[in-house]
């Protein structure tokens, strides 16, 4: 179970040593592998402490990246990052994930041992998109890498920090989810809940993240979908599982672990009450793609 604080104030201060960095080494990330990736959103990363190791497409082929701190990293929405598996050193970094409807933030305090999320870790979810400023950079770094002008992309990533931060200072004022129309609200939280499905989020931190109550999350869940909030978070892990299952060589416990279940058994279990049909059957019936 994801056990990380979700508390703006306690992020704001890693974000200020974040901007007190003077020269960070700036890297870029934009290659789509052959397979597709599923990812889907634009990333921004920060690298406050430590080193980091990645698995990126380059140049058509999969290689390893290293960075060491410190160090701004970005990666196009259709890139591949992500984290290697053999064993990496304590490192803190800052993670943006600029979503359609809002930024979702995180300080990742890696002890070397334990893998993220972590009660060390902090996270936060804004109530809006990134601003205009911030989109219209997001975009021209998408062209200027597109055109292959990767040295002038690099040059925006530090003005995109500083805006993506503002941003966030912003939406800590009043709430205003409690002002929102049930059905405007409901929308916020079933798009978190689908973009979110490999976390083992509870009803309890979805609530505190949208600062309303857990018992009004599962009546919003019930309204609109006839499901309990269990429920609808089950759906949407399977709904990324089935997509693993098409377009990943994942193997099943990897895919488990990926889509939020305790283990594999259970992921299993759950597939087939839902398709009558186990994840391997599933994955031989798929057409594959011609080579």
């Known amino acids: 179970m994801a056990e990380y604080q979700i508390s703006l104030e306690a992020l704001l201060p890693f974000c200020e040593e974040g901007l007190a960095i003077e020269h960070p080494a700036r890297i870029t990330v934009h290659e789509e592998p052959e397979e597709g990736w599923i990812h889907g959103v634009p990333r921004?990363?920060?690298?406050?402490?430590?080193?980091?190791?990645?698995q990126i497409q380059k140049d058509g082929k999969p290689q390893e990246l290293k960075i060491n701190a410190p160090a701004i990293l970005y990666c196009a929405k259709d890139g591949k990052l992500t984290t290697t598996k053999h064993p990496a050193p304590p490192s803190c970094a800052l993670s943006f994930?600029?979503?359609p409807n809002y930024i979702r933030a995180m300080n990742?305090?890696?002890?070397?041992?334990?893998?993220?999320?972590t009660k060390r870790?902090?996270?936060?979810h804004?109530?809006?998109p990134l601003s205009d400023a911030g989109a219209a950079?997001?975009?021209?770094i998408d062209c200027l890498l597109k055109d292959g002008n990767e040295l002038l992309a690099e040059e925006l990533l530090v003005p995109l920090f500083k805006i993506t931060v503002g941003d966030l200072k912003v939406s800590d004022a009043p709430p205003s989810e409690r002002q929102l129309r049930p059905q405007r609200l409901w929308e916020q939280i079933n798009t978190f809940l689908r973009d979110h499905r490999e976390e083992s989020i509870t009803r309890t931190q979805l609530a505190q993240l949208f600062r309303i109550?857990?018992?009004y999350v599962s009546e919003l869940c019930r309204q609109n979908t006839g499901e309990s909030f269990s429920e609808v978070k089950l759906?949407?892990?399977l709904e990324r599982a089935k997509n693993l299952l098409i377009h990943s060589n994942l193997n099943i416990n990897e895919i488990a672990m990926q889509c939020g279940f305790s283990c594999a058994n259970y992921f299993i279990r759950r597939f087939r009450k839902a398709y009558d049909v186990t994840p391997h059957v599933f994955r031989n019936r798929q057409t594959k793609p011609p080579t």
């Open 97 to 99: 994930s600029f979503y």
């Open 44 to 54: 921004l990363l920060i690298l406050l402490e430590g080193e980091s190791h990645f």
């Open 126 to 128: 804004t109530d809006k």
């Open 121 to 124: 870790d902090i996270f936060y």
């Open 213 to 215: 109550s857990p018992g």
């Open 137 to 140: 950079l997001l975009k021209a």
């Open 108 to 117: 990742v305090d890696y002890d070397g041992i334990h893998t993220p999320p």
């Open 235 to 237: 759906r949407y892990q």
